[in-house]
């Protein structure tokens, strides 16, 4: 009896362990993306490449708030408008990740609708107060640079799918 519960205890920390691991591979990798996309992640279209690894979401549900923090992040370290900024996207990550989550198991194409739609209805929300912007002009610009994102997700997913699944 006490072998069998030694042994799922450490299956349990192994499995424990794996998330962590796949959580930091991610935030980092969503920081360099970001890093390398910062001349146009934070223009007038913000095309926030990153914004794509919201859809792993889909594949590894526990990526939500990892990825909610990856967008604080990028806004604290790489050009955001200060603490509304900060904690709008991070507000925004998480929500964006959990319905790719969600959504991923209704229809895997269904991955890039978060995507686009979180981001540029929400983000809109603040900046217009931030920046004395027209909220309808924002959702435009930010709108339009989430297509490219939502797209990059899906193919992300439908990518990736099968062989991380076998991790």
Known sequence: MQNKDATALNMERSTMVKKL???????????????????????????????????????????????????FLSNTIMGGLGPIDMIGGLVVGVVTAGSCAYLKKINVWLVGLPILVFPTLLVPIWLSYLLGVPYLVLVISVGAGQILPSILGVLIVKYLEKPLSQI
């Open 21 to 71: 691991v796949i959580s930091g591979v991610v935030v980092a990798l969503y920081a360099v993306v970001m890093l390398m996309t910062q001349s146009f992640a934070f223009g007038q279209y913000q095309i926030r490449v990153a914004t794509s690894l919201y859809a792993l979401a889909g594949i590894y549900p526990f990526l939500m708030v990892p990825l909610g923090v990856s967008n």
